[in-house]
């Protein structure tokens, strides 16, 4: 059992002087008050761990990353053009060895921990989630990624890779990510559609980052018809909805440049955006097209994507630089987009990004000073206040006597 002076279970709900009990690493209650919290303590016995004045929130969730690119860290410059920093990255990535690139991986791990971050969204592409879960202590939600460019020989290789399902645990989970509409041909998306269907994985996918990549999906003309094959001639939302790949499972990553009409179409499917804002100043891009997914209806979250393309992998910087670039926007708002937003992008609802029964018992701690505690959402989703500790399972990751996650947690 747990207990603070103040803690925050979810984004519109405070509790003063409460306390959580937690059992198997999940919480099975919220208790109101310090007098209910030593009531249950009496009665069922469980141990009691006080922390006293310092801020106990949920673990934010990192709903977009890809770790393994932290292996470039400070090697790209910001303001490239997409077509050579692709390029750029695929000759640096195949430059780094497996050994390097997972060291690197675990590296960008403890980045996210360290600030607050108990689940994430991570992006594999070259084969790092059939490995051991590292013992970072942050659960990772792996997309093994695909794509074939529309080249049969490397599509049927593609479905070999996947078609073997990732063995799961406390600390890692399985998705499927086909890399993007324009990448991915309409064969590999149905296999993955159906695949991700019988399995009940989350599907993630990168969408409309970029004008040039609408442009060829629509007309075969730009920049990208120098890299890619034919052109379906139609727009990639469509080519996903006609993989039967538009539903609730599903997470579209960056969404930069919607036509008319997509964001409302994202919100009668049931369909996550998970913007990145750190990734979006390193390519300075023009201003994202947040009202409209807001006016939409559009379930929204928040990610780092990677260190190719950002500066650090720190949920609370993401918070601080869409605050930056939408004053008007809520903390509350904020912050739901950082927690239960992250939570539903990768099908995970009820289990992350909140301290509720059923939820897991991961979660933060931090200080803040007595002026600040009225403002303490503001100060999460702007000032980048320092994490003391972080909990996974009811049990330290991060901070004094941290440990890994325990099995079943």
């Known amino acids: 059992m747990f207990t603070a002076e103040r803690f925050l279970p979810r984004p519109n709900r405070w509790v003063e002087g409460g306390g959580l009990l937690v059992v198997n690493g999940r919480v099975v209650r919220v208790l109101e008050s310090a007098s209910e919290v030593k009531r249950v303590a009496r009665e069922s016995g469980a141990s009691l761990r006080d922390f006293g004045s310092r801020l106990l929130i949920p673990g934010t969730v990192c709903a977009h990353a890809h770790l393994e690119l932290s292996i470039l860290a400070d090697q790209l410059e910001s303001g490239t053009e997409m077509l050579p920093w692709i390029r750029d990255v695929i000759r640096r990535r195949a ?17 996210l921990l360290s600030s607050g971050t108990t689940l994430v969204g991570d992006i594999d592409s070259c084969g790092g989630a059939a490995l051991p879960p590292s013992t970072t202590g942050i659960r990772r939600l792996s997309f093994r990624e695909v794509l074939d460019g529309g080249d049969p020989k490397r599509r049927a290789e593609t479905l070999a890779s996947i078609d073997l399902p990732l063995e799961e645990s406390a600390g890692r989970l399985e998705g499927i990510s086909p890399h993007a509409p324009h990448t991915v041909s309409a064969e590999l998306l149905e296999h993955v559609a159906r695949l991700s269907e019988r399995r009940k994985l989350p599907v993630q996918i990168h969408w409309s980052e970029t004008p040039e990549e609408t442009e060829w999906l629509k007309s075969g003309t730009g920049p990208f018809s120098k890299l890619l094959a034919q052109s379906p001639m139609t727009s990639g939302l469509d080519l996903l909805d006609r993989a039967g790949l538009l539903r609730r499972s599903l997470s579209l990553v960056h969404g930069n440049c919607p036509d008319d009409g997509e964001p409302s179409r994202l919100a009668e499917h049931g369909v996550a955006l998970v913007h990145c804002p750190g990734s979006h100043l390193f390519f300075e891009r023009a201003p994202f097209p947040l009202e409209l997914y807001r006016k939409a ?113």
Request: hydrophobic content about 40%; aromatic content about 4%; overall charge negative.
């Open 297 to 409: 209806g559009v379930t929204l979250a928040l990610g780092t994507d990677s260190l190719a393309s950002n500066l650090a992998l720190d949920m609370r910087r993401e918070m601080r630089l869409l605050r930056e670039s939408e004053p008007g926007l809520a903390p509350e708002e904020v912050w739901q987009m950082a927690t239960l937003g992250g939570a539903a992008a990768l099908g995970r609802s009820g289990e992350f990004g909140e301290l509720s029964p059923g939820a897991f018992a991961d979660f933060a701690l931090v200080e803040l000073e007595e002026s600040q505690r009225d403002s303490a959402l503001d100060r999460l989703t702007m000032s980048s206040p320092p994490v003391e500790e972080v909990w996974v399972g009811g049990s330290p990751v991060s901070g004094e006597s941290a440990t890994e996650i325990p099995p079943g947690a």
């Open 95 to 111: 430059d780094a060895t497996r050994t390097e690139r997972e060291r690197a991986a675990v590296a960008g791990a403890h980045s």
